[in-house]
Every structure is written in C-alpha cells, then in structure tokens.
C-alpha cells in the first residue's frame, strides 16, 4: 500500500546533539514538505522540496536542513538541537498539480529537547 | 519550546447534532480547496475538496460549500460523532498552485 512514512515517532534528547528525522514515500511524488506544528497550534511550512536536488525553504524561518537525494527519500537535519526545537515535524507529499490531488501526511515525528 | 502562531479557535456540538466549520482563505487567485481533518497524535488526512468552479460539494456525512465573493469555505458535517472530534484545516492552493497555504484551523469537540 502507498504510504508516507516518518521515524522516529518520538524523539526525547539533549540539548546540542544532532538529529535527523526520516521521512519517506512510496508513492512515486515529486513534491515532499516538511511542517513544524505545536500541539493545537497551525502548520508552518519549513521546508520544500520539487524533486531530486531541489530543496527551498518555507515560510517559517528553520534552523534545520533537508537533502532530497532520492525521489522517495527526504530527511530533515537539526546540526545542534535546543530546547526551541521542541515540536511536532509533519512530513507530506503530493503528486498535486494545479486542480488536482492534495497532500499525503505522515503521522508526524514528535520531537523534544531537554 | 516556543510556540509559534495562534491558538485554534474550538467548537464544541452534541453527538448527532450537525457541525458547521468555517475558513477564510487569503488568496483571490486560489482555485482549488481541501479539507483536512487531524485526530489527536495523528497527520493531517484528506476529507474533502472543491474547485473553485464549484458552490458546493458532498461527500459521505460531509458537505464543502465554497463563497468565492467573499473568499469563505464552509465544511458541514451532518450527525456528527464523537469519531468526528479533531481538528479541522482547510487549505488553499494559492498564486502558483504548487504548494498549499494552511488556514488556522479548527478544534471540533463532539459531546456524547
């Protein structure tokens, strides 16, 4: 079955250590995004990516990195994680071209740093 | 950490009663529209969408109603049950169409 998936689903570690969040598709898209979400607060887009080789960063300003080396494959890189970065990180991606489709999301990694 | 943007404005309604959630969109050249809804430790899933040459769509205990003139969706959830508690997003597809832009979204409460 096609899916998005994200690992880990929680992540507890200390402040200063690098991090990466996995994320990834099956279903063949070009377009993958990467969301920052506090718990009942609004999506803000972090990070976006069109294909292979081409990242863009979103509207929420991000201390983090992406890489999208492979079409199915787009992690998310803290270099030195704070306690700031404590958050929801929501992965999704789209085949969506202009009328059509939406955006599959993952369940979402939830991240704290102490 | 830090939270970022507003809180969601919520909603509480009676099981079975019916759920109107509304959403003003920003962007006058948007032409295509969905509904997510979000349970509680979950992503976003789709529920429903609507172009822009559309008033209204149904789905199945779900209907979308789009008021371009006023740049307002509208998403009514008939006979509402508690397996309908979560938040709701609608989202706009915005200038370019390739991405979409996230409204502030909605915490609905279903009362058994």
């Known amino acids: 079955e096609a899916d998005i998936y994200q690992t880990p689903r929680y992540l507890v570690i200390g402040t200063g250590k690098k991090i990466t969040l996995e994320c990834s598709q099956t279903?063949?898209?070009?377009?993958m995004y990467w969301y920052q979400q506090d718990p009942g607060m609004e999506l803000h887009l972090i990070h976006y990516s069109y294909g292979v080789n081409s990242t863009e960063k979103g509207d929420l300003s991000s201390e983090s990195t992406v890489s999208r080396i492979r079409t199915e494959h787009f992690p998310l890189t803290l270099e030195s994680a704070r306690p700031s970065h404590t958050s929801q990180y929501l992965c999704?991606?789209?085949?969506?071209?202009?009328?059509?489709?939406?955006?599959?999301f993952g369940s979402g990694t939830r991240l704290t740093v102490v | 950490g830090e939270s970022v943007g507003l809180h969601l404005p919520t909603l509480s309604v009676q099981e079975g009663d019916n759920s109107i959630i509304n959403c003003a969109y920003s962007n006058s050249a948007s032409d295509y529209f969905i509904w997510y809804k979000q349970e509680s430790g979950k992503g976003p899933q789709f529920i429903i969408d609507?172009?822009?040459?559309?008033d209204k769509r149904q789905g199945q205990r779900v209907t979308v109603l789009l008021n371009k003139t006023v740049k307002h969706l509208s998403l009514q959830i008939a006979a509402t049950q508690p397996g309908d508690s979560a938040v709701y997003f609608c989202a706009e597809n915005g200038i370019t169409g390739n991405q979409f832009y996230f409204g502030t979204g909605t915490s609905l409460t279903v009362i058994p």
């Open positions: 609507i172009r822009s040459n559309m």
């Open positions: 999704a991606s789209s085949e969506f071209d202009r009328g059509v489709g939406g955006y599959t």
């Open positions: 279903m063949g898209h070009d377009k």
